[in-house]
T-cell receptor, first 113, second 112 residues
Framework: EAQVTQNPRYLITVTGKKLTVTCSQN?????MSWYRQDPGLGLRQIYY???????DKGDVPEGYKVSRKEKRNFPLILESPSPNQTSLYFC????????????FGDGTRLSIL | GQNIDQPTEMTATEGAIVQINCTYQ??????LFWYQQHAGEAPTFLSY????GLEEKGRFSSFLSRSKGYSYLLLKELQMKDSASYLC?????????????FGQGTELSVKP
């Protein structure tokens, strides 16, 4: 089944404790992206990747890192999480092409205490 | 700047028709998407418009006017399961095929 898989789905942790949210897609998509979704603010792009070893900042990259060593994986790293990073996070992937829709993972709800 | 506006909430009756509007101001334009998102779930793709006019897909249609920076999503024969958030998103030409800018979403409640 074609899908984007995120792990974990839920995480409660404390300020300053490094964490990684994994994202994997099995559709051979070139493009992958991370978003955060907050009430009243909608989906905001954190980082995106047009292909392996190519990553770029989105609208809200501060406090996050990403890597794209393989085509299928695009982990999101919070080196020193803070409470303002408490949010619902979505990973998405698509083929290249302006008309290609993004396929979203089921989301990861992060709570940073 | 980049700006996409949608109404925050709408309410409609089962069996009726509802139109959800979206206006945008972006530095470039390379297509507009509509997504549906049920509470606690991932957004799912509904439609794509890049040329002016109406695209129809079953009960859902989407319209685009590039000169007015305007789109709408039309839902016919509303069903209770259509209660969801509807997200308008514009692809900005400045990042070829890469960047999607989302509106805040319109929360649609369908009542019996």
């Amino acid at each position: 089944e074609a899908q984007v898989t995120q792990n974990p789905r839920y995480l409660i942790t404390v300020t300053g404790k490094k964490l990684t949210v994994t994202c994997s897609q099995n559709m051979n998509h070139e493009y992958m992206s991370w978003y955060r979704q907050d009430p009243g603010l909608g989906l905001r792009q954190i980082y995106y990747s047009m292909n392996v070893e190519v990553t770029d900042k989105g609208d809200v990259p501060e406090g996050y890192k990403v890597s794209r060593k393989e085509k299928r994986n695009f982990p999101l790293i919070l080196e020193s999480p803070s409470p303002n990073q408490t949010s619902l996070y979505f990973c998405a992937s698509s083929q290249h092409g302006s008309n290609q829709p993004q396929h979203f993972g089921d989301g990861t709800r992060l709570s940073i205490l | 700047g980049q700006n996409i506006d949608q109404p925050t909430e709408m309410t409609a009756t089962e069996g009726a028709i509802v139109q959800i509007n979206c206006t945008y101001q972006t530095s470039g334009f390379n297509g507009l998407f509509w997504y549906q998102q049920h509470a606690g779930e991932a957004p799912t793709f509904l439609s794509y418009n890049v040329l002016d006019g109406l695209e129809e897909k079953g009960r859902f249609s989407s319209f685009l006017s590039r000169s007015k920076g305007y789109s709408y999503l039309l839902l016919k024969e509303l069903q209770m399961k259509d209660s969801a958030s509807y997200l308008c998103a514009v692809r900005d030409r400045d990042n070829q095929g890469g960047k999607l800018i989302f509106g805040q979403g319109t929360e649609l409640s369908v009542k019996p």
